[in-house]
């Protein structure tokens, strides 16, 4: 089983539209989860970290099932500028707290 | 402040030959990493320097692949005898230790 692990079928969904990514991880005691955005050619950015009782950050919400070892991204009223590939990341929790990513998932918005 | 630099921002070489490339973290961050990322592909993660402590190499794809750090500052990834499946950009990002990770813009490498 991969340690961190994404659906890499792309979504491709019109303006407005409600998008869920899921992201299962293997290590029961990883502490620390994010999502990161990845626009073409460039390189990745924050974009939630998140926490035990759940974020949320405008149209963006985060969750965190421990007892699933899964976390979540909700994107509400999608915009043609959230295209992009949605990158999962969870510290190994480890001596060394190694950060350990997601292929990602392909996010398309269309007029 | 400054985020994490990278330099140089392209890179063009010659099969064979060996290349050196530069990152500049954000100060007073302890973690360090470098990935390689394939035109299309997820991010591959070739190395990781934490504070004092030895290098997780556990990434790097062989030999010809190495990389330094001194102290908590400048990093260089050195790549030997460059063959054309190296051709990809290098991210670098760091971190305060096992927290949000900062990337640079990024070496785009391209080995004829």
């Known amino acids: 089983r991969k340690e961190v692990e994404q659906d890499p079928r792309p979504f491709n969904v019109p303006e407005g539209a409600t998008v869920a990514f899921n992201c299962t991880y293997s290590?029961?005691?990883?502490?620390?989860f994010f999502w990161y955005r990845q626009d073409c050619r460039k390189e990745p950015k924050l974009l939630m970290s998140?926490?035990?009782?759940?974020n949320e950050d405008g149209r963006f919400t985060a969750q965190l099932n421990r007892a699933s070892q899964y976390i979540s991204l909700l994107i509400r009223d999608s915009k043609l500028s959230d295209s992009a590939t949605y990158l999962c990341?969870?510290?190994?929790?480890?001596?060394?707290?190694?950060?350990?990513w997601g292929l990602g998932t392909s996010l398309a918005v269309n007029p | 402040g400054a985020g994490v630099s990278q330099s140089p921002s392209n890179k063009v070489t010659e099969k064979g030959k060996d290349v050196e490339l530069r990152c500049d973290p954000i100060s007073g961050h302890t973690a360090l990493y470098w990935y390689r990322q394939r035109l299309g592909q997820g991010l591959e993660f070739l190395i990781y320097?934490?504070?004092?402590?030895?290098?997780?190499k556990s990434g790097l794809p062989s030999d010809r692949f190495s990389a330094e750090r001194t102290g908590e500052s400048v990093s260089t990834l050195t790549i030997q005898r460059t063959q054309q499946e190296d051709s990809a950009v290098y991210l670098c990002?760091?971190?305060?230790?096992?927290?949000?990770?900062?990337f640079g813009p990024g070496t785009r490498l391209t080995v004829l």
């Open positions: 290590n029961s005691a990883s502490q620390s």
């Open positions: 990341v969870v510290n190994n929790a480890g001596n060394n707290r190694k950060l350990i």
């Open positions: 998140v926490y035990s009782s759940g």
């Open positions: 990002a760091s971190s305060p230790m096992g927290d949000t990770q900062y």
């Open positions: 320097f934490q504070g004092n402590s030895a290098p997780d």
